[in-house]
Antibody, heavy 121, light 108 residues
């Protein structure tokens, strides 16, 4: 059974940093595109970043480019999101998700439960 | 960036009725790389449809998707009580992999 468990969320001051982790199990982690998607309180879904199986290719939303870095450790079956220069508008639940099947960057068929990041002074 | 527009914003229906949700893209979605997700309060999104018309594993056949290019539709036949939720379309063919704003299907 595929399982994705996010951790690392919490309260951080504006301008601060946080690193999210997503621990995966139940599938061959290195074989799949992984992604981060966030949802601000009461709002819709916003794609944040994606990474291919070997970590050699990444994409970012314009809203986080230059501030966030996605990475993965295939030996530890873990996906990361390093978030720097955090702003109030980064406050959201952050989900990690796994690509379903096939070529390309999506769709995302398995999701974690999410971790809440709150940026506030 | 491909902007996705969903309509209507809210759909008020009764159990047993059918629902038709629309998703329009600002430019053609490559290789029909269009997905639909369902989200209930406090839960993670759930993939329903991918490739515009393929049902994800375990999704009941009352859910169907259609369309190509810039116009896509999610159809739900005979709404069950558990189908009342928010539905998002998303394109994953061209970065940034954008979501639509969602359509809320609520109980009339």
């Amino acid at each position: 059974e595929v399982q994705l468990v996010e951790s690392g969320g919490g309260l951080v001051q504006p301008g601060g940093s946080l690193r999210l982790s997503c621990t995966a199990s139940g599938f061959t982690f290195s074989g799949y595109v992984m992604t981060w998607v966030r949802q601000a309180p009461g709002k819709g879904l916003e794609w944040v970043s994606a990474i291919n199986g070997n970590g050699g290719s990444t994409y970012y939303a314009d809203s986080v480019k230059g501030r966030f870095t996605i990475s993965r450790d295939n030996s530890e079956n873990t996906l990361y999101l390093q978030m720097n220069s955090l702003r109030a508008e980064d406050t959201a639940v952050y989900y990690c998700a796994k690509k379903l099947v096939g070529s390309g960057w999506g769709p995302w068929g398995n999701w974690g439960q999410g971790t809440l990041v709150t940026v506030s002074s | 960036e491909i902007v996705l527009t969903q309509s209507p914003g809210t759909l008020s229906l009764s159990p047993g009725e059918g629902a038709t949700l629309s998703c329009r893209a600002s430019q053609s979605v490559s290789s029909s790389s269009l997905a639909w997700y369902q989200q209930k309060p406090g839960q993670a999104p759930r993939l329903l449809i991918y490739g515009a018309s393929s049902r994800a594993p375990g999704i009941p056949d009352r859910f169907s998707g259609s369309g190509s290019g810039t116009d896509f539709t999610l159809t739900i036949n005979r709404l069950e009580p558990e189908d009342f939720a928010v539905y998002y379309c998303q394109q994953y063919g061209t970065s940034p992999f954008t979501f639509g704003p969602g359509t809320k299907v609520d109980i009339k």
